[in-house]
């Protein structure tokens, strides 16, 4: 028997069993005290956790919850309506739908609206689509008529947003694009209302906590009259491209109108609106895309042209003011002008080979709108000299009237063409310049202002469309009355028999209502002792542009009565031939509409 083997064995064997069960029970101490570690630690997290929600970020989930048991409803203020002089409304707010489309989570820069028709709005509402509010459309029911002036609305830009000159508007708001919308935004626009309701967890009203009612916007009035911007358009018609300004001599707008024209209702109403049948344009995206001609373009204060013959009122009036000539004098009519190989014509020599039979001067030469005096009155004033002086009447920088897209044009000296152009001035330039030609451009709006200070006696009062209780005062006696009356004689005779505004020649009209003075308005010897002659004061322009071949724009500016002014008139028609023969009887429907029964 091998005892000492054994139990050696046995030995060994115990030694093993033993520290398995060490090592088992070692783990399960481990096991025992983990599981308490991880409740305490479990519980310390949830403590933080609720302890920030309840605590610290109380407030912030405290608003989370209110905002979504409890909304916000913007109530749109109705933007205030635009009259005319006599209280006519130009504008009106009409009850529609429009579409809030979705705004991207963070940026309520991205949110646009859209209208929508009636049928198509209870379509969506039917549905239950929330996205639907009824709000109101900006409507313009003279359409065509108005355009340029009263302009149009669109929604708010991300530009516009963030100028900062649009503060607390809704980015789905609508605003002033163009016109009087744009120009007078701040007054039209009013403060939007909000209404506080609170709903279910469904998106349901459950009722309503409270209202902050909107503020309308302000009414304003214009100096236009409906009535007689009416009669202009009608004596547009057959205007392509050009431009008509009625004043009265205080510098208030009775009228305007710039062709071609749109319906401004297309950015505004549904698309269930009908254009307007006169409108050349039937939808947005051809009135824009219209690249040619330029629908937007109020080419009464924003086109640029040469003034052509019309600007002889200006070249007067300096050489009368700063005493370079006086009514005593006189140029002789040689029919051209030669500087080397270059010749400056007058237009009865290049028309009809005639020459003046008399030495002209400054009445003379207004009245027959006569070339060579006035390049020689050019030359003896000198082109800087008179550019200062044109500045003073308005030329070369914006009058400021009360419309946004106003153009400053172009008044030229020797140091604007060698900056510009790096060329010398040479006297065929100042040639070209006396007779409204040449470098020089303005607007039509100037033309009219120009006018306007002769009609009114010397004093120049800025063009405005608002409606106001005194003139606005740019520079009193700019013009003596000397030079006054001269001008106005020139431009008395060129309404005349012998003058060049054939159209007016003895205008007349029927209205026993206008009361004779015997010098602004008198009776005309006739069967009918309705008729009256009315003095007309007036100057045509013919202001050649582009190539040889291309026809000239055809200008005529009046004021009448001629001694006791109540309307200044300018006409432009863009490439259309002479001032006298398509200006002026546009000139003569416009007369007749103010003065006629």
Request: hydrophobic share 40%; charged share 20%; proline share 6%.
């Amino acid at each position: 028997m091998k005892v000492g083997f054994a139990f050696g064995d046995h030995i060994k064997t115990e030694k093993i069993t033993r520290r398995h069960y060490e090592e088992h029970a070692r783990l399960l101490r481990i096991r025992w005290y983990l599981l308490p570690v991880i409740l305490i630690i479990t519980g310390i997290i949830l403590f933080i956790t609720l302890f920030s929600v309840q605590i610290v970020q109380g407030n912030y989930y405290q608003q989370l919850s209110d905002s979504n048991r409890i909304r916000t409803q913007v109530i749109p203020a109705q933007r205030g309506i635009i009259f005319d002089r006599n209280g006519n409304p130009l504008v009106y707010n009409m009850p529609g739908f429009q579409l809030v489309e979705h705004c991207s989570p963070g940026d309520t820069q991205k949110c646009t609206t859209k209208p929508l028709s009636r049928d198509a709005a209870l379509a969506l509402l039917a549905k239950g689509d929330k996205h639907v509010q009824v709000d109101s459309l900006r409507e313009y029911p003279y359409n065509v008529i108005l355009s340029h002036v009263l302009g149009y609305v669109g929604q708010i830009s991300r530009i516009e947003l963030a100028s900062g000159q649009y503060a607390g508007y809704q980015p789905d708001a609508w605003v002033g694009k163009s016109g009087i919308e744009q120009e007078y935004e701040q007054e039209l626009h009013g403060q939007n209302g909000k209404a506080l309701i609170e709903v279910n967890a469904l998106g349901q009203k459950v009722r309503s906590l409270g209202q902050t009612d909107p503020i309308p916007g302000h009414n304003i009035t214009l100096t236009i009259d409906l009535k007689l911007q009416k009669a202009v358009y009608q004596a547009a018609k057959g205007i392509k491209k050009g431009a008509i300004i009625v004043s009265k001599p205080d510098g208030e707008i009775l009228a305007m109108v710039s062709k071609p024209t749109f319906d401004p209702n297309l950015f505004t109403m549904d698309t269930s609106y009908k254009p307007a049948s006169e409108s050349a344009y039937k939808s947005v995206s051809a009135i824009l895309d219209d690249t040619k001609n330029h629908p937007l373009l109020n080419r009464a204060i924003g086109g640029v042209y040469p003034p052509g013959s019309t600007f002889k009122i200006v070249s007067a009036a300096t050489g009368l003011q700063e005493h370079i000539i006086d009514q005593h004098y006189k140029v002789k009519d040689t029919g051209v002008l030669r500087i080397g190989k270059f010749s400056f014509a007058n237009w009865l020599w290049t028309d009809y080979h005639r020459l003046e039979p008399h030495p002209l001067n400054v009445v003379t030469a207004l009245a027959r709108s006569n070339d060579i005096f006035f390049y020689k009155l050019a030359a003896k004033i000198t082109v800087n000299r008179l550019s200062a002086f044109a500045l003073k009447m308005g030329l070369g920088a914006p009058t400021a009237i009360d419309l946004p897209g106003e153009a400053s044009g172009i008044v030229p000296t020797t140091q604007w063409k060698q900056k510009v152009l790096g060329q010398p001035w040479y006297l065929g330039d100042t040639y070209d310049y006396g007779i409204g030609q040449g470098y020089l451009l303005t607007t039509p709006l100037q033309v009219n202002t120009w006018t306007q200070i002769i009609a009114n006696n010397g004093t120049f009062d800025a063009p405005h469309l608002l409606m106001t209780s005194h003139p606005i005062v740019r520079e009193k006696n700019l013009l003596d009355a000397k030079t006054v009356d001269l001008i106005r004689q020139g431009m008395i005779e060129a309404c005349n028999p012998g003058g060049v505004g054939w159209p007016l020649f003895n205008y007349t009209v029927k209205n026993p209502n206008l009361k004779i003075d015997g010098k602004n308005i008198t009776q005309v010897s006739s069967v009918s002792s309705a008729l009256r002659h009315v003095v007309i004061a007036c100057k045509t322009g013919t202001a050649q542009q582009g190539n040889a071949t291309a026809l000239p724009h055809a200008w005529m500016t009046l004021f009448a009565p001629a001694y006791k002014p109540q309307i200044v008139v300018t006409v432009l028609v863009e490439s259309a031939g002479e001032g006298s023969n398509v200006a002026g009887p546009i000139e003569k429907q416009i007369l007749n509409a103010y003065f006629g029964q």
